[in-house]
């Protein structure tokens, strides 16, 4: 990307931007210039890498937590259209002892009976070609 003077008044105009905020410059790409649609383009990268870099971390944490246990079972706790709540537990009939929440969800595909996972291999992670698999589903 070219830095210049307008380039860099715009980093930090957009900086705090959402990503959707800065898609929507892209999508009406018609009514911004050039360089506008191009500091959105390299600030949605940027901040898709930093929230991937930090999931991966909570991920990993989750993974451990799970794979400490001789067994864990999930099962769904709630879903309202925006918001999906799953517990965890070694024993769902009386307590749940983790909770993953996931926001803004537009498609889901998984078990809602019988979700039991194998503790002594890798359970929860976000897998490497994550961008493909939201592109075809």
């Not at 390299?42 to 870099?53: A, F, G, N, Q, S």
């Not at 993953?100 to 929860?124: A, L, Q």
Request: overall charge negative.
């Amino acid at each position: 990307m070219l830095e210049n003077k307008e380039t860099e008044e715009l980093i930090r105009a957009f900086t705090n931007k959402t990503i959707v905020e800065l898609d929507f410059i892209i999508r009406n790409s018609h009514s911004h210039s050039d360089v506008k649609v191009n500091v959105a383009k390299h600030l949605i990268e940027k901040k898709r890498d930093e929230l991937r870099t930090k999931n991966i971390k909570i991920s990993k944490k989750i993974n451990e937590l799970i794979c400490q246990q001789s067994c864990f079972d999930f099962h769904v706790l709630s879903f309202d259209g925006y918001k999906l709540i799953i517990g965890g537990s070694m024993d769902l009939s009386y307590y749940h002892k983790l909770e993953i929440i996931f926001e803004d969800i537009f498609f889901v595909s998984g078990f809602f009976r019988g979700w039991h996972s194998n503790t002594e291999k890798t359970v929860f992670l976000i897998p490497d070609n994550e961008i493909e698999l939201n592109q075809k589903y």
